[in-house]
């Protein structure tokens, strides 16, 4: 057996060569910050600034609250979570915590006044939960399925289950107070809706969810009701769903929910769609009743078909929220001996998936935006760090192309819409004032990308879609970057830019200002997205006096940022390290009582012995 040697030269001659390759590459990446941030410097910071509205105004902020709400007084919840994986032998454990903390809002005249964050205890608005599993069955309950085979991300069960404990807590708790109406949230609403809607599409259509056959006061959960509710929430209002695209569907559906029995000619001029969709429509509907069979048909000839729902089936939404929170309450506080398994539908017992716990996540998050539009609720959802740039690669082209905005200099090249921004807000921190923060973008702008196309008119451009041409749903979240604090005696000295996101309200949120273009099957189809740019939302002016008097505890982790969801944070991570001694414990206990040959059963990975013994080699000097 031949031995691999490096002789002292050529590692000396390595080291020089490593040492020089990394100052070049770094000379590299610093020069070209530098050149972006002599650009904001320049005149780049005055495009940024078109973008960016300062300041708040408290008393116009209490007059649209008490109009809201309908109170002078309410209640808010802040919610954030913690995760933990532990090995144990063949065992994994994950901990999953989630908790609130509330408190009171009080519209005055002329300011917001936030009331002291309290922790809250009950079952409703803490959960937690300590999962024991073991390796084999890892790859059943979150492994997902590639082309070369089955792959075990272990990160992505923890994340599933704390995500469900944080909406499963305000959804629980928004139903159980009619007070409690501002929801902070330490996750993008919008981007979860945007993921899961297609990572659960696989899960529906191939009849794995655990939902499906699950019985309700409403009848049992079908394939149809989780179809639809992955993709309809509707509000006639915003006018969503809209009819276009992969939405044209749903939004006939929605049509019809009335119990009417409309022909497609009908049913596209009460959408107000293009009859050039009608071929499409046809052939869309005929898929839908083929596979869920729920119209009744009448007419004569195929192009005079009329379509009716069968009764029953507009009550999707309880059905699917119903099952969907008794699941919740099963993962939270097992009914049985592990809180993954569950017997549903009336099938035999079986494990609840990482997939599944993502469709529960998608309805729970919806439902949030439901009672959102019909009870006048604020979910904020609050962003730390972010790597989006729509704001960048979308919206500023969209807007430099439709005219409505004068962004003639251009913008630096930066890899994202935060860096951008926080950045710009250091090297011009004198006329980039706090608070402030950037004009309301819709969600959907996150999946556009600008197409040139200079015969249309202004106030109008042309997109596509990011991916496959998909764009998500317009008029259903608005998205805003914020900074918050600076330093009075050195403004450059200031809090980070963070993100949040809310449901789109009709009564305050702007569109129609600009009109986009997009090719899908040879329709140009329409989207009329949010865009609060000529005209600030009033919701958004209530979020930012809201989070600007949460923001100013003087505790350098929440200056800038959010107290309530700091204490939310403290709490759950507190929690963990109290509990974690204990379920770890538990787990020992049990495996030390087994009857089982544990050396066969809970044998260790070669990659931990080999890990093991070259550490015993290191502490003993090596032999």
């Known amino acids: 057996m031949s031995t691999l040697s490096t002789g002292s030269s050529d590692l000396s001659g390595l080291e020089a060569r490593t040492i020089e390759e990394v100052r070049n590459s770094t000379r590299f990446l610093l020069k070209s910050f530098k050149d972006k941030t002599d650009e904001l410097k320049r005149s780049s910071g005055q495009d940024v600034k078109e973008l960016l509205r300062f300041g708040v105004d408290p008393r116009s902020a209490c007059s649209t609250a008490k109009k809201f709400f309908g109170s002078d007084s309410v209640e808010y919840i802040a919610i954030d979570g913690t995760t933990s994986v532990d090995q144990k032998l063949d065992l994994l454990v994950f901990y999953v915590g989630a908790f609130g903390y509330s408190g009171e809002l009080r519209f005055l005249d002329d300011h917001v006044e936030v009331g002291d964050p309290a922790p809250m205890?009950?079952?409703?608005?803490?959960?937690?939960?300590?999962?024991?599993?073991?390796?084999?069955?890892?790859?059943?309950?979150?492994?997902?399925?590639?082309?070369?085979?089955t792959e075990v991300e272990m990160e992505r069960l923890p994340s599933a289950i704390m995500h469900l404990a944080e909406y499963h807590i305000a959804v629980k708790a928004v139903a159980s107070n009619p007070r409690l109406k501002v929801v902070l949230l330490d996750r993008p609403l919008a981007g979860d809706v945007a993921h899961l809607v297609w990572s659960t599409r696989d899960l529906v259509r191939n009849h794995l969810s655990v939902l499906e056959g699950m019985t309700t006061p409403y009848g049992k959960v079908t394939a149809f009701d989780l179809e639809v509710a992955r993709m309809l929430v509707a509000n006639p209002e915003l006018k969503i769903p809209s009819p276009r695209s992969q939405l044209l569907k749903f939004a006939a559906i929605s049509c019809l929910f009335g119990g009417e029995e409309l022909s497609l000619l009908e049913i596209t001029e009460r959408l107000k769609a293009d009859q050039s969709q009608i071929p499409r429509l046809r052939h869309e509907l005929k898929e839908f009743d083929s596979e869920f069979h729920v119209f009744e048909r009448t007419g004569g000839s195929e192009g005079d078909a009329k379509f009716k729902l069968n009764p029953g089936v507009k009550d999707y939404r309880k059905r699917v929220v119903g099952a969907a929170l008794e699941v919740c309450d099963h993962v939270f506080s097992p009914k049985s001996e592990h809180p993954l398994r569950i017997r549903a539908g009336g099938g035999e017992e079986r494990w609840i998936t990482a997939d599944d716990l993502d469709y529960l996540v998608l309805v729970l998050v919806l439902e949030l935006t439901r009672r959102a539009w019909s009870e006048r609720l604020l979910p904020i959802g609050l962003i730390k760090d972010s790597g989006a740039s729509e704001l960048v690669k979308a919206v500023a082209p969209i807007l430099r192309a439709s005219g409505l905005a004068d962004l003639d200099r251009g913008l630096p090249n930066f890899n994202s819409d935060k860096m951008l921004l926080q950045t710009n807000s250091v090297v011009n921190s004198v006329s980039f004032p706090t608070p402030w923060h950037s004009v309301d973008i819709d969600a959907a702008f996150r999946t556009m990308v600008w197409v040139k196309d200079s015969a249309l008119p202004h106030g109008q451009a042309r997109v596509r879609g990011a991916y496959r041409n998909v764009i998500y749903p317009e008029r259903m979240f608005v998205k805003t970057y914020i900074q918050l604090w600076s330093s009075k005696n050195d403004p450059s000295v200031r809090s980070h830019v963070f993100t949040f996101d809310?449901?789109?309200?009709?009564?305050?949120?702007?569109?129609?200002?600009?009109?986009?273009?997009?090719?899908?099957?040879?329709?140009?189809?329409?989207?009329?997205?949010?865009?609060?740019?000529?005209?600030?939302?009033?919701?958004?002016?209530?979020?930012?006096?809201?989070?600007?008097?949460?923001?100013?505890?003087?505790?350098?982790?929440?200056?800038?940022?959010?107290?309530?969801?700091?204490?939310?944070d403290k709490k759950a991570k507190f929690v963990l390290q109290q509990n974690k001694a204990a379920y770890a414990g538990a787990v020992e206990v049990e495996m030390a009582r087994s009857e089982l040959d544990q050396q066969v059963l809970f044998s260790q990975k070669f990659r931990d012995y080999r890990s093991q013994e070259e550490a015993k080699r290191r502490g003993g000097g090596g032999r």
């Open 502 to 568: 809310r449901p789109a309200y009709a009564a305050y949120d702007h569109w129609g200002d600009l009109l986009l273009f997009n090719e899908d099957n040879e329709i140009d189809e329409k989207i009329s997205p949010v865009l609060n740019l000529r005209e600030e939302s009033p919701m958004t002016n209530l979020a930012m006096s809201i989070l600007v008097e949460m923001a100013g505890e003087v505790i350098p982790e929440a200056l800038g940022h959010n107290y309530p969801l700091f204490l939310a």
């Open 121 to 149: 205890n009950e079952s409703s608005q803490a959960v937690s939960a300590s999962i024991p599993l073991s390796e084999e069955d890892a790859a059943t309950v979150f492994g997902q399925k590639t082309e070369s085979g």
